[in-house]
Structures are given as C-alpha cells and as structure tokens.
C-alpha cells in the first residue's frame, strides 16, 4: 500500500493549486481518502475525507470548517487518484499536506482525527506568500 502525494508548490495569496494522490498497489476508489496538513509549529490537521463511491458510502465528502468553500475532494477513477483543489489560498494555508487511508471504504468521522489513519503518504510542500 502506497500513496504519493504531490502538486504542492509555491504560490501566491489568492492563487490556486490542486494537489494529487495517487495510489498504488490497491484500488483506491474502495477506500476512503483523506488529506491533513501540518503547518510549521503546529499539529497536523484534518482537511478533506472522500468516501469510496461504492454504494453504501456513496462518495461522502467531509470538510474541515476553515476551508469549506474554498476547497474541493474529487476523485479520478480511471488515474487511481484523489485530487484536492485549493482555491484563494491565504498565508494559513502553508503547510505539509498528506494523504492517508486506513483501508476502508467509509470516512473515520467528519472530525478527521489523525490517529484514525494508518497509511500515509510523504506528503507535500505548499507556500503561499502574501
């Protein structure tokens, strides 16, 4: 089970970005996804969980509060890859962003806690200067 995450970047407060995880090993529509971040200093924190679009979990997607709006979870089936697409990004969102799973098909909680994942990846480096 791997996942890699990338697409992060340095950018400019207002700019967009999507960042990409991509599975490999396993099918990654089957389980739930999830992002975090870890701004310098601070603990990781829950961004975004997408549900396996089976069925039963039909595709939930959870926000964190502080980018409701500005952030969009999808999924590329076809890529094996979950995108999140960060619109007018502000200096608070500088952080590590991860992807993680823990291999099953629902989100853990719409709190998005951190130890409830198992399977990370190495995470990737967003910038926003103001």
């Known amino acids: 089970v791997q996942l890699q995450a990338s697409g992060g970047g340095l950018v400019q407060a207002g700019d967009s970005l999507r960042l990409s995880c991509a599975a490999s090993g396993f099918t990654l529509d089957r389980y739930a996804i999830a992002w975090f971040r870890q701004a310098p200093g601070k603990e990781r924190e829950g961004v975004s969980c997408i549900a396996s679009s089976d069925g039963r979990y039909g595709g939930t997607i959870y926000y964190a509060d502080f980018v409701r709006g500005r952030f969009a979870i999808s999924r590329d089936n076809a890529k094996n890859t979950v995108y999140l697409q960060m619109n007018n990004l502000g200096s608070g969102d500088t952080a590590v962003y991860y992807c993680?799973?823990?291999?099953?098909?629902?989100?853990?909680?719409?709190?998005?806690?951190?130890?409830?994942?198992?399977?990370w990846g190495q995470g990737t480096q967003v910038t926003v200067s103001s």
């Open positions: 993680a799973t823990d291999m099953i098909g629902a989100c853990r909680s719409s709190d998005l806690i951190e130890d409830e994942y198992n399977y």
